[in-house]
């Protein structure tokens, strides 16, 4: 039996295509979405690394600069707090996000290594889910925060909501990678072998 024709003169099922749509789109589609995920969660992970660093810097000095101030009368640093309290904020919640992202918060996992990969990839789920509630408040909260914050800095007169933005922003990355965290974990404990001898065995 001939094979259909296509409209420009080739086998309607010749080349993957079926119907108008190319069978080999969906892997490739795919493949690219990863690729495009991997790109933009480097350059997430990049920003959150940077931001931290330039607050210290910033930080520094500023700080040197103080001293220098108060030193030798230079100039005036009335501002001075009120930079300082930013730029502390803004490094210490974009750190932790940045520290979340690569799962380097400081955490007790003896137990899960007692547990072994499949009992201790369930506890990872319920530490995971535990978080994500924490963060999700934050988030709320933090936003929350933010909408209503209606004052600003005495001398810099810039509004303190934007600081404050600071919160839900982090609580939301966080909670971002958390999703990609519960997932890995699902997948381990979905994957991992019931009958893996998980005892720990004395010497």
């Known amino acids: 039996m001939a094979l259909p024709r296509g409209a420009d003169g080739g086998a309607g099922a010749g080349g993957g295509v079926a ?8 892997p490739r589609a795919g493949s690219e979405l990863v690729r495009a995920l991997a790109g933009l969660d480097r350059g997430v992970g990049f920003v959150l690394r940077a931001i931290p660093v330039a607050c210290l810097v910033a930080l520094f000095v500023i700080l040197l600069g103080n001293v220098v101030s108060r030193t030798f009368q230079i100039w005036t640093t009335a501002w001075f707090d009120e930079i300082v309290e930013a730029l502390f904020a803004i490094m210490v919640f974009v750190g932790a996000a940045a520290l979340w ?3 380097e918060h400081f955490r007790v ?4 290594g007692i547990l072994g990969p499949r009992s201790g990839s369930w506890l990872r789920i ?3 889910l535990l978080s994500m509630v924490f963060l999700a408040v934050m988030a ?9 914050s209606r004052a600003v800095t005495p001398i810099l007169g810039v509004p303190t909501g934007y600081i404050y933005a600071v919160i839900p922003i982090s609580a939301a990355l966080m909670l971002v990678y958390s999703v990609r965290d519960l997932i890995v974990a699902v997948r381990v404990a979905i994957h991992s072998s019931p009958n893996r001898n998980e005892t720990v065995h004395a010497d």
Do not use: C
């Open 19 to 26: 119907g108008g749509v190319d069978l080999a789109a969906g």
């Open 101 to 103: 992202r690569e799962n």
């Open 109 to 112: 996992d003896w137990l899960e």
């Open 126 to 128: 319920v530490t995971v």
């Open 140 to 148: 709320w909260k933090g936003y929350d925060l933010a909408s209503r």
